[in-house]
Nanobody, 126 residues
């Protein structure tokens, strides 16, 4: 079983930056795609950014393109999300997830992900 733990969330003002981390333990990290999702209050969970196991395939939701960067360090079993130019509408709980598909491409489909972290809260004030 893979355990995922997110960190790095917090309360910031609009325009600020944050870097989220997701550290894996208890299972394989390097051979599987990873993705960030988020869920704002009263809204459904939505895709943010995904990365393939080998870094050669990266996808972003339109609303974060140019502002967020996903990356991974397989040696440290850690996934990152660098967030810049944060907006109040970015306020949400951010979750990382590990894909079910060995050596698979980046994915935005929730059904592709079996292992999820508990989430980290990001709050952006106006």
């Amino acid at each position: 079983q893979v355990q995922l733990v997110e960190s790095g969330g917090g309360l910031v003002q609009a325009g600020a930056s944050l870097r989220l981390s997701c550290t894996a333990s208890g299972g394989t990290f390097r051979s599987y795609p990873m993705t960030w999702f988020r869920q704002a209050p009263g809204k459904e969970r939505e895709f943010v950014a995904g990365i393939s196991w080998s870094d050669d395939n990266i996808i972003y939701a339109d609303f974060v393109k140019g502002r967020f960067t996903i990356s991974r360090d397989n040696a440290k079993k850690t996934l990152y999300l660098q967030m810049t130019s944060l907006k109040p509408e970015d306020t949400a709980v951010y979750y990382c997830a590990r894909s079910n598909f060995y050596l698979g491409p980046a994915s935005s489909r929730e059904t592709d992900f079996r292992f999820w972290g508990q989430g980290t809260q990001v709050t952006v004030s106006p």
